[in-house]
């Protein structure tokens, strides 16, 4: 589905029900159902240039997403695509004619940015990388930039990074939201991926341009369990990284997440799922096919 049809389509939704909403036709449990199936139908799935991906170049990696399904991509740095800060003006508008000339979206680039050392000078360089970032994404047609909190320095209190890494996170929303580009933060490194600490981070980034890259990790289901961790980032859910979906390969909750990520609060989710697997298989563009069919069957059956 293409994101013009999306829209269409929502807006048609959207129109509809509040139409039938006030002739006073339908009872509030089945306005949430409505609105479950409205966030289904939202979901897409895409890919990431982790692993999958990572020796092809932007026409092979748009080439062999359509040719599988895959409706979008998130380019990750250092990868062969060659999407990095350093291109100059006539390459970025390259890159987005590609795109926008394919039935393929590019959701966005994955940046390695993180915010959380001690030394300013550091922080600071990232924070000005990160805005590098959200120039290119911006000029060759993405919607966001993943950046991530990756760890807690044992010298320093966990309280003091988790709000330095939020108030950087601050900063570049702000910066970012002049050019309509999300910053989405990747639940991500040691101490940093545990969910409680990614809501302080959160409440202190406390910006719409700021939001969550759920990572499927195995930490969300420590403590109070996976529904609950999950529901603690919800409200600032705006992109999945999701891992090989094919029976066998990984142990998630697949289908409580898709379930949930149907009813999710957040009014900056944008739907993307995106795969992001460290394990390569010997035939991607089939592997590929094989998480299609897999994704869809989760949607229809969560």
Known sequence: MTQNHYSLSRRSFLSHSSAIVAGGLITGSLIERCAATSNASKLRLGLVTYQWGKDWAVPE????????????????????????????????????????????????????CEYHAVDPAVVQKNIDETKAWVDLCHEVGGSGVKVRPNGLPKEVPVEKTLEQIGKSLLTVGKYAAEF???????????????????????????????????????????GAGFETNYKMLDKWMGTVHIHDLREGKNKYPWKELFSLLTSCQSKNFTGW??????????????????????FDLLIQNR
């Open 273 to 294: 799922c995106l795969l992001e697997d460290g394990a390569v298989p010997q035939d991607i563009v089939m592997a590929l096919k094989e998480n299609r069919s897999a």
């Open 61 to 112: 990696l748009i080439q062999n997403c359509s040719e599988a399904g895959i409706e979008g991509i998130e380019l990750r740095s250092t990868h062969k695509h060659g999407v990095e800060i350093q291109l100059d003006t006539a390459k970025r508008q390259e890159v987005k004619k590609r795109f926008s000339d394919s039935p393929v979206a590019l959701v966005g680039l994955g940046s390695a």
């Open 180 to 222: 309509g580009i999300q910053i989405r933060v990747e639940v991500h490194g040691a101490g940093t991926q545990e969910i409680p600490n990614m809501k302080t981070i959160m409440d202190v980034a406390d910006h719409p341009n700021v939001v969550v890259c759920w990572n499927c990790n195995p930490t969300d289901l420590n």
